[in-house]
């Protein structure tokens, strides 16, 4: 069975960072993209980051410049290092990955951020 296991969220004051980890487990293999979206109450669920098996990546334009999407290959892990976090930023971020069996979703994990 192929799953997505979500760490890392939590709650931080503004101006704080966060990682967040998703890592894929079972028999998945040929790992096309893997990313991050978000959905704050209210709002639809928006891409937050996005990394190709590549390495190309593309972001949000409310994260660039602060957020940073990275993976590790061998551990079928995508990260998501968030800084200078802003209460804006605070959703539920779900982990995404497309592979050559199909999409993955993970189960969200909170972040919050205070003012």
């Known amino acids: 069975q192929v799953q997505l296991v979500e760490s890392g969220g939590g709650l931080v004051q503004a101006g704080g960072s966060l990682r967040l980890s998703c890592a894929a487990s079972g028999s998945i293999f040929s790992i096309v993209t893997m990313g991050w979206y978000r959905q704050a109450p209210g709002k639809q669920r928006e891409l937050v980051a996005r990394i190709t098996s590549g390495g190309s990546t593309n972001y949000a334009d409310s994260v660039k410049g602060r957020f940073t999407i990275s993976r590790d290959g061998a551990k079928n892990t995508v990260y998501l290092q968030m800084n200078s976090l802003k209460p804006e930023d605070t959703a539920v971020y779900y982990c995404?990955?497309?592979?050559?069996?199909?999409?993955?979703g993970g189960q969200g994990t909170q972040v919050t951020v205070s003012s």
């Open positions: 995404n990955v497309q592979w050559v069996g199909g999409l993955l």
